[in-house]
């Protein structure tokens, strides 16, 4: 998650006073208005708890009303303290900092505790009605969808709640994967807009526990829709004769025969990102990602209009970052800066083992960078707890109480997953990365794929010599 203090605004207090208002974006997105007491107070239980050596430093009180060189000094300041604390594993993930956010969420968007309905779609389209307080964090909205559909506790992990933009036309774009800092029933309501829905979707990547999953008749059930809904929006490509092979199955009722075929099926499990612009293989490409099976599928559209597809695998990335830049809204006039509007330009550029002794750095900007980054994560994730013998039910079961994180946005933050070797010894990256899956680039032509694709593959990446 992104966080930054953009911008402030003089508010008025109970008293007739006024106070300056430190305003919290989350990804772009204002999550919650602060006071810098607020913030003190909340620097001050951290520091109670953890030990000064832990905490960042804060913005120091000031005894003098401050000008406004001043508030924007210590607007600054306090974004690279939020920022810092977000990043920090223990910090980020502790209750403290999490339910600071969500009582300060619920405050500036002034909804009362009380009991709601709140509507959660299922990937079939069916809405699941479930009655909660408004002050019900994430953690506690999925167990009460839980409770309602009677999925089992120990399968509770294997799913999240994604926030989504569903168009027009019924095309679906994922907005994040809602977390425990916010509060489902707040973050869709302050949305204000009826084309914003949560959907409850798995929260895994490896197929392999799709057999934990159908194992349980709801669980099943699940799978299945999610299944049948890739496939009917085009995330998961399919020919004329498993076309005719999964209507039989349909018609049948087969469902864990269904899944079994539509696991062997291109970009099975994959997320599929809106239409956005990369700097690979050349500036200034349009490029359709998707994320899945430990990679980031990308299908470019160069500016001679052909088409080409590859895959960065994620053991081959050395480490990813977030940035973010305010970019002035264009007003129609010959300066786009005088309307005094900005928007937030999202970039996730990761640095890829091209070759032997060759990295390289690719950059993708979109909305959706950070959802992006959030994918590559918990793809890492699963991978550590794999190599490590660990229990995979175990890891989802404490990624759902919130206890697994890790930072992955800051102004320019690295992020190292299983590639972690400076610049100035490859030797590192080049023996572990000759035990992992290589990167797979591909030309593809229009007999796998809806378009009309030429067979032309990314020249000058790959492993051969490796």
Known sequence: MHFSI????VRSGENGSTYVAYNIHVNGVLHCRVRYSQLLGLHEQIKKEYGSNVVPAFPPKKIFTLTPAEVEQRREQLEKYMQAIRQDPLLGASELFNSFLRKAQQETQQIPTEEVAIDICLCNGQKVTVNILTSYK???????????????DDLVGYFSLFLV????????SFVRKLQEFELPYVSITSSRSSEFHIVLRKSYWDMAYDSDVMENRVGLNLLYAQTVSDIERGWILVNKDQHRQLKSLQEKGSKKEFIHLGQTLKYYGYIKFDPCVT???EKGCQVIVSAGNNEL???VKLPNEQMKEGSFKVTRMRCWRITSSQVPIANGTTNPCSSGQFEIKLELSFEYLMSKDRLQWVTITSDQAIMMSICLQSMVDELMVKKSGGSIKKMLRKRHNGSIHRSDSQQAVKSSPLLDSPDANREQIVKLST???????RGISASNSANNISNYAFEGIGDDDL
Do not use: I, M, Q
């Open 6 to 9: 953009p911008d402030t605004e």
């Open 138 to 152: 994430t953690e506690d909205v999925l167990d009460a969808v839980a409770t309602k559909l009677d999925l089992p």
């Open 165 to 172: 933009r569903e168009g027009v036309d019924g095309s679906l």
């Open 279 to 281: 700097d690979f293989p």
């Open 297 to 299: 599928n990308f299908h």
């Open 435 to 441: 035990k992992l899956t290589s990167v797979s680039l």
